[in-house]
């Protein structure tokens, strides 16, 4: 039930739903504006009404991006693993440090989406979808709870956690080094597990930079 989810877990949910059927509507107005475009200059995406849509990079993406979806699957998928791993994360940090693990996450899933495609990849397209804060989650999960069994969908085996993430984690690794599955944001998924490991670790004062004070052990 949807009412027995951690309250900052259930308004991502519904947030990110809500984008979607607004999609359905206001596209690509929304993807236009709001979806994560690489670095440099605005280009043209198409036309409509006789006037050209420039697109380009604009700071609040790197945030508004992680609720747009491309697709039924790609949102049921996500949403799935929030709803997953959102709740007992939510449940250990507290809401306030989720909210801000989660949004630090798409942040630098972000980020790292936006190098990989300046310095290595090239092209100009959006990036879209919740990966990159579900792949912080996942970690996060994964380092919280090691040996609960997870079983993965393509992988129909239980597993402990921590094997799971990081068998998951280099399956990304691979993909984006191959460029395998065109059009899934690989270094984008990595970049969200990378950032909630080192947010973890601040919070645990393990890092040179300490917090004022410790939230986790």
Known sequence: MLTDVPPVTRALLI?????FVLQQWFDPWLIVNFALWPLGPHQVYGIENGVALRVGFELWQVLTYGFLHGSVMHIAFNMLALWMFGGPIERLFGSRPFAVYYLVCVIGAA?????VVSFFTGGFYPTVGASGGVMGLLLAFGMMYPQARVMALLIPVPMPAWLFVILYGVMELIFGI????????HFAHLGGMVVGWVLIQYWRGRLPIKPRRILMR
């Open 111 to 115: 980020a790292a989406q936006l190098i």
């Open 15 to 19: 947030a990110n739903v809500a984008m």
């Open 178 to 185: 191959t460029r395998t599955q065109s059009g899934v944001a």
